[in-house]
């Protein structure tokens, strides 16, 4: 292994599914102060995991989906085949619902009710929950690869002393694998590249305060917190070469939902004439929808902006707006850093 590989193999995990079938899941939500690791026993606590952002990100919800499915049919397996075949269905749709935004999570459930749905009909419950089992272990391991092939392309982009300027937390915590924007930071600085990350805090859950600094502080990244409203006097301060974040969905034309706020982000490196880049899976595009007009935009509660950790900030009674993403124009967009090579415009992903 060389000394690249061997830095990259220490990066943190989301989750793990252990050889006897047990789903585990880094708690995000106690970060940075507390690394804690829950099993995850069942479909109701994996539907409120994902809800409740203790697991996040588009590919690792995507797996927490398909391994959550996995878990809720362990206790099942005397069923008759079609009762089984019922309940597999049942706990896909729910689980599918727990969040409405990242396609990877819908995408990876259906690639189980797929094969669930074309089974056999003459075959067990226990032969079918092997099979369901095996899809979901791949769709795991084809993400480590994806990242890192993502990593290999985007990092490409960097250039030795660059500023690079990231928002929320597409890292190795949001993937089962490296990460999606912070995997080419992650392979530049382990390959020598010294280059400057700038994580902007992401109110109001502070994925980039609480994960991606986490995240790259602990890699040893010369990394630097902003909060949301500095990043684009960083950019007239010429201090960002680039800015890469990630993608909950990347509608046909190139339209990017992602966490709120990427949208003005973009807006301010076009008018700075910085680079935008989206870092994804091509599981993140979905060329069902033909342009961001398609996309659900989760909203979240009110309590997410009235507390900050249990310490309430405005009045209990203020109306509150809480996207939890937005949707950049395709037309802001410098390229798509994908485990295929760089995309450039013009997008039109079904081609
Ligand atoms: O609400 P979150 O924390 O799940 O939002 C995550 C993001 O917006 C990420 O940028 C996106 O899912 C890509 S993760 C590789």
């Known amino acids: 292994m060389s000394k690249s590989e061997e830095r990259l193999s220490t990066i943190p995990k989301a989750l793990y599914f252990d050889e006897d079938d047990r789903f585990f899941i880094l708690d995000?939500?106690?970060?940075?102060?507390?690394?804690?690791?829950?099993?995850?026993?069942?479909?109701?606590?994996?539907?409120?995991?994902?809800?409740?952002?203790?697991?996040?990100?588009?590919?690792?919800?995507?797996?927490?989906?398909?391994y959550g499915l996995v878990i809720s049919l362990k206790n099942s397996l005397d069923l008759e085949i079609e009762p089984f075949l019922k309940l597999v269905n049942k706990n896909a749709r729910y689980l599918s619902s727990s969040r409405p935004t990242a396609v990877n999570l819908s995408w990876a459930i259906k690639r189980l009710f797929d094969i669930a749905n074309s089974f056999p009909k003459n075959s067990t419950a226990k032969e079918l929950y092997a099979k369901l089992r095996d899809e979901a272990i791949v769709i795991h391991q084809s993400d480590i690869q994806t990242c890192r092939q993502i990593g290999e392309h985007g990092a490409e982009l960097i250039k030795e002393g660059d500023g690079v300027l990231t928002l929320c937390n597409a890292g190795a915590l949001a993937t089962g694998g490296i990460g999606t924007a912070l995997a080419p930071m992650?392979?530049?600085?382990?390959?020598?590249?010294?280059?400057?990350?700038?994580?902007?805090?992401?109110?109001?859950?502070?994925?980039?305060?609480?994960?991606?600094?986490?995240?790259?502080?602990?890699?040893?990244?010369?990394?630097t917190m902003i909060a949301d409203s500095v990043s684009s006097y960083l950019m007239k301060l010429g201090r960002v070469d680039m800015i890469v974040v990630g993608a909950d969905r990347v509608a046909n034309n190139g339209d990017t939902a992602n966490k709120i706020g990427t949208s003005s982000l973009a807006i301010n490196a076009k008018f700075y004439g910085v680079p935008f880049y989206i870092a994804c899976p091509y599981s993140t595009i979905d060329t069902n929808s033909k342009s961001g007009a398609d996309i659900v935009v989760e909203e979240r509660g009110k309590e997410e902006l009235i507390y900050i950790k249990g310490q309430q900030i405005a009045p209990k009674d203020i109306k509150v707006f809480n996207p939890a993403f937005d949707v950049t124009d395709n037309?802001?967009?410098?390229?798509?850093i994908t485990e295929k090579g760089i995309i450039r415009p013009p997008y039109n992903f079904s081609k």
């Open 28 to 66: 995000q939500t106690k970060l940075p102060t507390q690394e804690i690791i829950e099993e995850q026993k069942s479909l109701e606590q994996v539907y409120e995991s994902i809800y409740k952002l203790k697991v996040r990100g588009a590919p690792a919800i995507g797996i927490a989906g398909a």
């Open 331 to 336: 037309s802001l967009i410098s390229g798509f």
């Open 186 to 223: 992650y392979v530049a600085w382990s390959r020598g590249l010294r280059f400057k990350a700038y994580s902007s805090e992401t109110r109001p859950l502070l994925q980039g305060a609480r994960i991606t600094c986490w995240e790259l502080n602990k890699f040893g990244v010369d990394t």
